[in-house]
């Protein structure tokens, strides 16, 4: 009985433990346009199941400047208060 027990919880946590690996290859595709995409695995929130993104650099550096330009304007804002 004790056995079986050890065994069951073994290879329970190696069979998760292969779900939370990532796929193999995947980075620097190129895209049928001829553009250098690179490609990541990413987490959504709340989620450890990984899904793959690819963009282009330019697409990187636009999202980073987005998120840049949301983080001056909330700092300046300030809290909102009184609703």
């Given at each position: ?51 793959k993104v ?30």
């Amino acid at each position: 009985m004790k056995l079986s027990s050890i065994l069951l919880a073994t290879s329970t946590v190696i069979l998760l433990s292969a779900c939370a690996g990532k796929p193999p290859g995947g980075e620097g595709q190129t895209a049928s346009n001829g553009t250098k995409k690179i490609c990541k695995y990413e987490k959504t929130t709340g989620s450890n199941i990984g899904r793959k993104v690819c963009r282009t650099p330019e697409q990187i550096e636009a999202e980073k400047r987005q998120a840049d330009e949301l983080m001056r304007t909330t700092q300046r804002s300030g809290p909102k208060s009184g609703q």
